[in-house]
C-alpha cells in the first residue's frame, strides 16, 4: 500500500454541452488528474467498460439517460467510483434522486464556484483514499486473524505469529505517523488559503513564504522535521492576525497608529496561542511566536538577541520580509524585487542573522519572485537601459519614499538624464527600476 496520497486520477466528465466540458477541463487541467469526457450517458457508460474511473462528474439534465439514472448504474456496477452531480437550484427532484439511488458524493449547484468546484474534486478523491486504506486495513486485519487461529496450536508457531504481527503493527503505525505528520503540512496550508481570503488576491504572500522557506530548506540541505516545522509555519505566520479589522489588516505595518501599532506586535503570539494545544505543531508555534524579534534585540515578543532567537524564526522572518514588502504590507510603497535584496544586505547584521541572510540571498539568486512583474506587456528596465517614448507602467519612487514619477509618464531624453543624475545622489547604491510598457515596435520585432 502507498505511504501517501496518490499523484494523480482519473476522471470522466459527462455533460450533452461542450461548453460545459470546455469549463470543467479548463478549470481541472492543472489539476494532477486525468481527463477523459463524454457527452452522454450511454457514452459514459460505454468507457466506463473500457476504462477505469476514480471519480465521475455528470450533469443532471442530459437527453436519453439523465444525471441520476447514470450514477445510480455507475453506483450499482462500480461502487468505489466517487459520484458527484451538478445540477440547477430548479432540479430538486432530480437531485433527490441521484442522493437516493446514485449514493452521490455531492452536488454542486450551477453557476459553481471554480475554486470549490476544484476543492470538492480534492477532498471526495482524499476520502476515496481513505476508504481504499480502511477497507485494505480491514482485508489485512482479517488476514492475519486467520493466520494467528491456524498457529494457535503450536505454541512456537503462536509466539513467531506474535512477533510477526508486533512487527506489522510497528510498520503500519510508523507508516501511519509519516502520513499523519504530512497530513498537518496539507491541513496547514489549507489553512493558509483561508487566511489569505482577507487579502486582495494581489496582496496574499503566505504562497510564496511558503516556497521561499521551501527552497531555501532544499537549498542548504535543512533536516526533514525543521523543513516540515519551517513551511507550516510559513504557511500559518499570520494567524494572529485573523481577528483584526480590515484597516489594521490591509495597511503597511509603518503606517499604523500607536494603537494599531500595540496590536500588531502581538500578532506572532496571538498566533503561538492558538496552535498551542496542537502538540505536532508545538515547534512550528515557537517559530512563529519568535519570527518577529530582531538579530540585534530590540524586537518582539522577548527582545531575543542573536542566537538565542530559533534558527526557523531567523529564517522565516527573512521570507516574510522579502515578500511583504514587495507586496507593499511593510512600508507605504511596494519595494521591487532588487532593492528588496538590498534592503537586506544592508540590515543583515541588525535585523537579519547575517550568515543566515547570506545563505538567503544566496538563495535568493536562484528562486526569489518579483511579485510585482508578472506581465509580458511590461518590462523592467533601469535607468541606463529605458529609452526616450517609453511610458511609465508603475508610479517610481525615491529611496526616501517620495515620489518622482506617476504611471502614465512619458520619458523623455532629458527626463532620463535627470532621473540618472538624481539615482547618483540616493543612499547605499540605491538604484531605480522603472516598470514601462513594452514598446508597440518591439512587439512587432519579437512577433517577427
Known amino acids: 500500500m502507498a505511504d501517501s496520497l496518490p499523484t494523480t486520477a482519473r476522471l470522466l466528465l459527462v455533460d450533452d454541452e461542450e461548453n460545459i466540458l470546455r469549463s470543467l477541463q479548463r478549470i481541472l487541467r492543472k489539476e494532477p488528474y486525468e481527463l477523459e469526457t463524454a457527452t452522454s450517458g450511454e457514452a459514459a457508460l460505454s468507457m466506463m467498460e473500457e476504462q477505469k474511473f476514480d471519480l465521475v462528474i455528470s450533469d443532471a439534465r442530459m437527453p ?3 444525471g441520476p439514472t447514470l450514477l445510480a448504474r455507475i453506483k450499482k456496477k462500480w461502487p468505489y467510483c466517487i459520484r458527484i452531480l451538478l445540477t440547477g437550484y430548479a432540479d430538486v427532484t432530480s437531485t433527490i434522486r441521484a442522493i437516493n439511488e446514485g449514493q452521490i458524493y455531492r452536488y454542486i449547484s450551477k453557476p459553481w464556484d471554480d475554486e470549490e468546484l476544484k476543492l470538492i474534486v480534492r477532498q471526495a478523491l482524499a476520502f476515496q483514499f481513505s476508504e481504499r486504506r480502511r477497507l485494505a486495513l480491514e482485508k489485512l486485519t482479517r488476514k492475519q486473524n486467520k493466520e494467528l487461529k491456524a498457529l494457535n496450536a503450536n505454541l512456537e508457531n503462536k509466539v513467531l505469529a506474535r512477533t510477526e504481527e508486533l512487527k506489522e503493527t510497528a510498520d503500519m503505525l510508523e507508516a501511519a505517523y509519516t502520513e499523519l505528520k504530512q497530513s498537518y503540512v496539507t491541513t496547514t496550508e489549507v489553512f493558509s488559503n483561508l487566511i489569505a481570503k482577507r487579502l486582495p488576491i494581489h496582496k496574499q504572500p503566505n504562497p510564496l513564504v511558503i516556497t521561499m522557506v521551501k527552497a531555501f530548506a532544499e537549498y542548504h540541505n535543512l533536516d526533514e522535521d525543521l523543513s516540515r516545522d519551517l513551511s507550516m509555519a510559513a504557511a500559518l505566520y499570520n494567524l494572529g492576525k485573523l481577528g483584526w479589522p480590515d484597516e489594521l489588516f490591509f495597511a503597511p505595518s509603518d503606517l499604523l497608529s500607536r494603537d494599531q ?28 511566536r519568535h519570527h518577529q524579534e530582531k538579530w540585534n534585540g530590540y524586537g518582539v515578543p522577548e527582545r531575543l538577541q542573536g542566537q538565542d532567537i530559533p534558527y526557523g524564526s531567523r529564517v522565516l522572518r527573512l521570507a516574510v520580509d522579502f515578500i511583504e514588502l514587495q507586496y ?21 547584521d541588525r535585523l537579519y542573522d547575517p550568515e543566515i541572510a547570506d545563505q538567503f540571498l544566496e538563495v535568493c539568486i536562484e528562486v526569489a519572485p518579483d511579485v510585482e512583474h508578472d506581465d509580458p506587456e511590461i518590462l523592467v528596465l533601469d535607468t541606463l537601459r529605458v529609452k526616450p517614448g517609453m511610458v511609465l507602467a508603475k508610479n517610481l519612487y525615491a529611496a526616501s519614499g517620495m515620489l518622482l514619477l506617476n504611471e502614465g509618464k512619458e520619458l523623455t531624453a532629458p ?6 543624475s538624481f539615482e547618483k545622489g540616493e543612499p547605499d547604491g540605491y538604484r531605480y527600476t522603472l516598470y ?3 514598446p508597440d515596435d518591439e512587439e512587432t520585432e519579437n512577433k517577427s
Open 64 to 66: 436519453g439517460m439523465d
Open 261 to 288: 501599532r500595540l496590536e500588531y506586535l502581538k500578532y506572532p503570539v496571538n498566533g503561538e496561542q492558538l496552535l498551542m494545544s496542537l502538540e505536532p505543531l508545538k515547534e512550528t508555534a515557537r517559530i512563529i
Open 328 to 348: 507593499g504590507l511593510i512600508l507605504e510603497r511596494k519595494v521591487s524585487r532588487d532593492n528588496t535584496l538590498k534592503l537586506i544586505r544592508r540590515y543583515k
Open 415 to 420: 527626463l532620463i538624464d535627470k532621473l540618472a
Open 436 to 438: 514601462v510598457h513594452r
